[in-house]
């Protein structure tokens, strides 16, 4: 077995033991409100996540950035899942982690927003997404990073 395969089965089967709590299909379906396509301006252009349901149990997204020069360049790949009773927020960066999965366990689901953890992880350790009035949504990534705060803030619109 690969060393990241095993650290992940440690990490996050304890993560989902002590922070996950039990979610249903029910409480998946809520979650239907991030679907569609969002973007964000940023200083360079403009960003991007697109988000649909890959089936039951999966919503997955990809983000990426159109700079103003025209280029696309992805930066993630996401997934929500339900398996079993606990959702899990499956991000893969792109250049980060050796472009392996990092697990998040939900922690919280209002209906309207969000919060998945991993204190285990080096940067985020919480990842939180709130719907807004209209077409809006707030996200934001925080935790510590080498050991100082840190948090980063997005305003997405809905196309």
Request: aromatic residues 14%; glycine residues 8%; contains cysteine.
């Amino acid at each position: 077995m690969r060393p990241f395969f095993l650290i992940c089965l440690f990490v996050c089967g304890g993560m989902t033991d002590t922070y996950a709590q039990s979610f249903s299909a029910k409480d998946f379906k809520r979650l239907n409100w991030i679907t569609g396509n969002w973007k964000m301006p940023v200083k360079n252009g403009v960003l991007y996540e697109q988000w649909h349901t890959l089936n039951d149990s999966t919503l997955q997204s990809k983000g990426f950035i159109v700079k103003n020069t025209g280029d696309t360049i992805l930066l993630e790949a996401v997934q929500i899942k339900l398996r079993g009773k606990h959702l899990f927020y499956v991000p893969t960066v792109n250049g980060q982690n050796n472009n392996e999965p990092v697990t998040f366990v939900f922690t919280n689901n209002a209906g309207q927003s969000f919060t998945a953890e991993n204190p285990g992880h080096d940067f985020p350790q919480k990842v939180y997404y709130q719907r807004k009035a209209g077409r809006a949504m707030y996200a934001v990534v925080s935790g510590d990073q080498k050991g100082k705060p840190k948090k980063e803030e997005f305003n997405f619109t809905k196309e």
